[in-house]
């Protein structure tokens, strides 16, 4: 079990609104930035999210990240199926004295 | 464009040491850390450690017996050493970018590494 909590799986239609979560503690997601990775069938992790709600150049504003207190989520609007992918937050811990993943989230559009 | 890209031994023996290479292209290594990261086969990821261009390094405490990294700033080249590996230890590796600001913008391919005998 990660330290940093993810639900397994999300689902949605297209043009949908779906959210992720990603819950922590005080040590990690309390204390630090969350970034979010998307990950492709077959390839490696992307940059989606900085910093809690930054969006590098390239990625399109149907993504949006928001944290709270020990919380963070990923939200996705407009869903569209080349967003079927996994999903993984993370954060440094203060107390592991190590960067930190989700377990992920496998998003499937239906 | 900066690209990463890894490589070494896709096969190493349980208990043997596995070892690979990060090439860096398109940029410096300089001023920026280097991560790798690993994941089993249909599990998710896991950090294993970075190395700063100073050649400080910061390891996954719970490798960080087995872990060593080091650099080479000629070759643009950021290497890993996981010794002692286990069947546990077979997974995709990536080299990862990170600024003091942005963590892992920049990834490699990745290569799987099947520990076997």
């Known amino acids: 079990q990660s330290v940093l909590t993810q639900p397994p799986s999300a689902s949605g239609t297209p043009g949908q609104r779906v959210t992720i979560s990603c819950s922590g503690s005080?040590?990690?997601?309390?204390?630090?930035?969350v970034y979010w990775y998307q990950q492709l069938p077959g390839t490696a992790p992307k940059l989606l999210i900085y910093k809690n709600n930054q969006r590098p150049s390239g990625v399109p504003d149907r993504f949006s990240g928001s944290k709270s207190g020990t919380s963070a989520s990923l939200a996705i609007s407009g869903l569209r199926s080349e967003d079927e992918a996994d999903y993984y937050c993370?954060?440094?811990?203060?107390?592991?004295?190590?960067?930190?993943f989700g377990g992920g989230t496998k998003l499937t559009v239906l | 464009q900066v690209q990463l890209q890894e490589s070494g031994p896709g096969l190493v023996k349980p208990s043997e040491t596995l070892s690979l290479t990060c090439t860096v292209s398109g940029g410096s290594i300089s001023s920026y850390y280097w991560s790798w990261i690993r994941q089993p086969p249909g599990k998710g990821l896991e950090w294993i450690g970075y190395?700063?261009?100073?050649?400080?390094?910061m390891y996954n405490p719970s490798l960080q017996s087995r872990v060593t990294m080091s650099l080479d700033m000629s070759k643009n080249q950021i290497s890993l050493k996981l010794n002692s590996v286990t069947a546990a230890d077979t997974a995709v590796y990536y080299c990862?970018?990170?600024?003091?600001?942005?963590?892992?913008?920049?990834w490699g391919q990745g290569t799987l590494v099947t520990v076997s005998s």
């Open positions: 990862a970018r990170s600024s003091w600001d942005i963590v892992f913008d920049y």
């Open positions: 190395i700063y261009y100073s050649g400080s390094t």
């Open positions: 993370a954060a440094w811990d203060a107390s592991l004295g190590a960067r930190l």
């Open positions: 005080s040590s990690n997601i309390g204390s630090d930035y």
